[in-house]
């Protein structure tokens, strides 16, 4: 679901940059994540616990990896340096 693109001020505050997030837009969170995808920046709230993590790994569709995967074999490692 995508919203409709609204427009809003950058600005500095502090030695950091800052985004005014208009009020249909606004998180009922106190800490967000952010990172980029696919030159887009992306704001989200942070994630609480394991039980999401394994609700995406549960939405995977049933035939990820049903090939497997391929896996190098172990490196020879000298123990004795």
Same mark, same amino acid.
């Given at each position: ?33 952010? &990172?980029?995808? /696919? *030159?887009?920046?992306? #704001?989200? =709230? ?17 035939? &990820?990896?049903? /090939? *497997?995967?391929?896996? #190098?074999? =172990? ?7």
């Amino acid at each position: 679901m995508t919203s409709p693109s609204v427009t809003t001020r950058v600005f500095k505050s502090g030695n950091s940059q800052a985004v005014r997030i208009p009020k249909e837009f606004q998180l009922d969170v106190d800490e967000v994540e952010i &990172f980029k995808r /696919d *030159g887009e920046l992306v #704001l989200r =709230p942070k994630r609480k616990n394991l039980l999401e993590a394994l609700d995406i790994l549960a939405s995977l569709p049933d035939d &990820f990896m049903k /090939d *497997g995967r391929e896996d #190098l074999p =172990p490196q020879e490692r000298d123990f004795d340096l």
